[in-house]
């Protein structure tokens, strides 16, 4: 896949190369950064055109650039995966609070937030709990790595089913006891639920984004109008929209 995938870059002149090592793929680029994942189409999707790009995209698809953050802001990531919404506020000087269920996944979360010298000198937390409705409770989790698909709420596919331990955003919240100037939800279908753990604390987050993309349960449906109606009626105001991809 390596050799292919480098030789169509060249020949279609995109900018993305990959290496392997120890079962992770290594997007090589001239950021200063050692970045792994573990999905093929999700490294076809997200790093074919550069981890440059894929930094400056991040920050438009998630339309951040309509919020005005501060020195040592509160970001919260449900989603982390491999670190990419990170990667797009890395500029900033936030503290980030990522989750990632996903062990396999989590792995490069940490290799590539953590355990590697890309922003040794940055505010950045990580967990491996699901965010959920309910607090403390084991839940089935799907596995569907290589698209970067796996749910909370079975899909129509997946390679495995295991157990993932969960908290609520009221928790996690509350005792963090700070404003949250940005949640990003990014649930894979599940966001409908994430949100419903997130009721007592909702008042204290200044803004949300949500990817509401077509991924929920056997049926891949988009959870937009769930997530719009939840929000609205917790009088959070519609701000905009995506032109990329189904985000609110």
């Not at 279609?12 to 950064?33: E, P, Q, S």
């Not at 490069?108 to 409705?133: G, P, Q, R, V």
């Not at 295991?162 to 955003?169: F, K, Q």
Request: a negative charge; hydrophobic letters at 35%; aromatic letters at 14%.
């Amino acid at each position: 896949f390596i050799n292919q995938f480098n030789l169509h870059c060249i020949l279609f002149r995109k900018k993305g190369r990959f290496a392997y090592k120890d079962n992770k793929y290594i997007v090589t680029n001239t950021l200063g950064l050692v970045w792994k994942f573990v999905g093929v189409a999700e490294g076809i999707y997200c790093y074919k055109d550069s981890l440059e790009t894929r930094k400056k995209k991040i920050y438009e698809e998630y339309l951040l650039e309509n919020i005005n953050f501060s020195n040592d802001d509160i970001v919260i990531d449900c989603g982390a995966h491999a670190g990419d919404f990170y990667l797009g506020i890395s500029d900033l000087d936030l503290n980030y609070y990522g989750f990632e269920p996903s062990k396999k996944v989590y792995l490069c979360l940490e290799d590539n937030l953590i355990n590697s010298n890309n922003f040794k000198t940055k505010k950045i937390s990580i967990s491996d709990k699901a965010l959920w409705k309910d607090n403390e409770e084991k839940i089935n989790f799907f596995i569907k790595d290589y698209g970067a698909d796996s749910s909370l709420i079975e899909p129509k596919d997946y390679l495995k089913k295991t157990e993932v331990d969960t908290i609520t955003l009221d928790k996690f919240i509350s005792d963090l006891n700070k404003p949250i100037k940005l949640l990003k939800i990014e649930a894979e279908g599940a966001e409908p639920e994430v949100l419903i753990g997130l009721s007592k604390e909702l008042k204290k987050v200044n803004y949300i984004v949500v990817d509401c993309g077509f991924e929920r349960g056997i049926n891949s449906e988009s959870t937009i109008r769930e997530c719009s109606q939840y929000l609205i009626n917790n009088n959070f105001e519609f701000y905009k929209y995506s032109e990329f991809r189904t985000m609110c």
